[in-house]
């Protein structure tokens, strides 16, 4: 069965420092994989998929077949980067399956 | 952009009520509307989901006749929790995804129940 597993609930980072949330998933076909945040009081919003190859709010994401991982990174943190993150894999059912979550928080 | 509404987004109620959430896409059509349920600090766990004019499909261990979902036109899903309890209490999300497919999902702001 499908499965997304993000290993830290809680990641804290200084700003300007680098930021990697991981994201490891498990599934028998061709995953396609995205990222979802959620800030403080606000609803949950798609910030990337794999398959755009895109850069947005300066987080990157490469799908690694290999190590089955798909994690978010940014080089540079800033504090309005702090929020909950959501790792999803969409399966051959068109649903989306969300790994458990990891608050990030950006210290001054 | 595709905006998704919940509503109520807070409701208390007693327990053995029923109680019915709707989920409507305001600016795009959606085929398919998904129901997610959320504990407190844990993960978005899928319910059912729900597609315009046909009935919804069950993730396991979610009861059908418990949560009753209606999909009745392309913009509009209304969840119902009937003879509401108090473990029943928790934070709904509904989410929608457009005619276009691209996989994108829009959510609702949730709405949170409280059975007491």
């Known amino acids: 069965a499908q499965r997304v597993t993000q290993p830290e609930k809680l990641l804290s980072v200084f700003k300007g420092a680098p930021v990697e949330l991981k994201c490891n998933y498990s599934?028998?076909?061709?995953?396609?994989l995205f990222w979802y945040v959620q800030y403080s009081r606000q609803r949950l919003q798609l910030l990337l998929r794999?398959?755009s190859r895109e850069s947005i709010k300066g987080f990157t994401a490469d799908l690694n077949k290999g190590e089955t991982s798909f994690h978010l990174k940014k080089p540079f943190a800033q504090e309005e980067d702090s929020a909950m993150y959501y790792c999803a894999l969409k399966d051959g059912a068109q649903k989306l399956v969300f790994g458990q979550g990891t608050r990030l928080t950006i210290n001054p | 952009g595709a905006v998704v509404s919940q509503h109520p987004s807070r409701v208390i109620c007693k327990s053995g009520t029923s109680v019915k959430i709707e989920c409507r896409s305001l600016d795009f059509q959606a085929t398919t509307m998904f129901w997610y349920r959320q504990f407190p600090k844990q993960s978005l766990m899928l319910m059912a989901t729900?597609?315009?004019?046909?009935?919804?499909?069950?993730e396991q261990g979610v009861e059908k006749d418990k949560f009753l979902i209606n999909h009745a036109s392309l913009t509009l899903s209304t969840l119902t929790v009937t003879s509401a309890h108090p473990e029943d209490s928790s934070f709904y999300i509904c989410?929608?995804?457009?005619?276009?497919?691209?996989?994108?999902?829009?959510f609702g702001e949730g709405s949170r129940l409280t059975v007491l």
């Open positions: 794999h398959i």
């Open positions: 729900s597609n315009e004019g046909s009935k919804a499909t069950y």
């Open positions: 989410s929608a995804r457009g005619l276009w497919n691209t996989g994108e999902l829009f």
């Open positions: 599934y028998s076909g061709s995953p396609e």
